[in-house]
């Protein structure tokens, strides 16, 4: 991933764990299950498009990637009550992350000599690939979660 990615991601992250985290602590989860849900959120579309582009995924390579979604689903696991006072920030939040991960996406596919069109694609895959980690579109249920979708 590009250098100027790993602002964006970081940039991002932590809010856009939040629902996931409600999720979770919703249907009480312990603090592995709540880190295991963020982390495949925040990362899974990452990891998806590294992997399509042919490259080792960067979390794989930077440990620093993991900070994001390990700070957030520990705020929200600890907080989720007055996390959940706030539900339009959130929402907020979360588009402004969703457009941050797919315009990294993007760029990174970019970089790598992907042409254009399959670049957006990649971005795409990036922006919501960590939620299809958790979710299925066939099922409508959450993969880990055990609900279906928020």
Partial sequence: ??????????AKA????????LL????????????LLGSLTGLGGGVLRD?????????????????PPVAA?????FFAR?????????LIFDAGGLALFCTTGEVTALDAGINP?????????????????VTSSQTGQDLAGGTGPA
């Fill in 82 to 90: 007055r996390v959940q006072r706030f539900p339009r920030t959130l």
């Fill in 51 to 67: 992997l399509i582009i042919g490259v080792t995924p960067t979390p794989f390579t930077q440990p620093v990637y993991l900070v």
């Fill in 1 to 10: 991933m590009a250098k100027d990615g790993a602002a964006a991601q970081g």
């Fill in 73 to 77: 689903a520990l705020l929200v696991y």
């Fill in 117 to 133: 069109v399959s670049a957006a694609l990649l971005g795409v895959t990036t922006g919501v690939g960590g939620g299809c980690c």
């Fill in 24 to 35: 979770a602590a919703r249907r009480a989860f312990d603090i592995v299950g709540s880190l």
């Fill in 14 to 21: 932590l809010p856009k764990k939040a629902p996931v985290g």
